[in-house]
């Protein structure tokens, strides 16, 4: 693991992926799953939950190391839409390591290579898991 190393994920953002997350998160926004409301807006279509596509940076994270991580905070930018049955593409870049947290920058693309998602994330990297805590 060194700065500047990158991962990727990609995937299609189903009807029921948008579907099944609205409802473990208990939403029901017209903007994820009222056609008619999306078509009179600028969208002119649902689009998919946010929170979602960027759902996916802890998808890599899991793959980018050989160590259990914890999640200890991520800012998001929202910068454009991601709508149903987009392709998207999740990447992480370490920025900086500093003893066992790493700090990456984190970004969405979809189909078009457009950037929808932009933030850092921070992470615990845990070098022993069974000694992990003790005496702290």
């Known amino acids: ?5 990158k991962k990727h994920y990609t995937r299609t953002i189903s009807e029921s992926d948008n579907y099944l997350f ?3 998160i208990g939403d029901s926004n017209p903007w994820h799953f009222d ?5 009179k807006t600028k969208f002119e279509t649902r689009i998919a939950y946010g929170m979602l596509s960027s759902s996916y940076f802890a998808t890599i994270f899991s793959k980018m190391f050989d160590k259990p991580v914890l999640y200890l905070s991520q800012n998001i ?8 049955n987009d392709t998207v ?3 992480c870049e370490i920025k900086q390591i500093n003893g066992d947290k790493v700090t990456l920058l984190t970004s969405a693309f979809n189909q078009a290579g457009d950037k929808v998602i932009s933030g850092e ?6 070098e022993d898991i069974e000694n992990w805590g003790k005496n702290k």
């Open 35 to 39: 056609e008619e409301f999306c078509k």
């Open 1 to 5: 693991m060194k700065v500047g190393d």
């Open 89 to 91: 593409t999740a990447e």
């Open 121 to 126: 994330a921070k992470l615990l990297v845990i």
């Open 77 to 84: 930018e929202f910068l454009k839409p991601v709508k149903l």
């Open 22 to 24: 609205g409802g473990i």
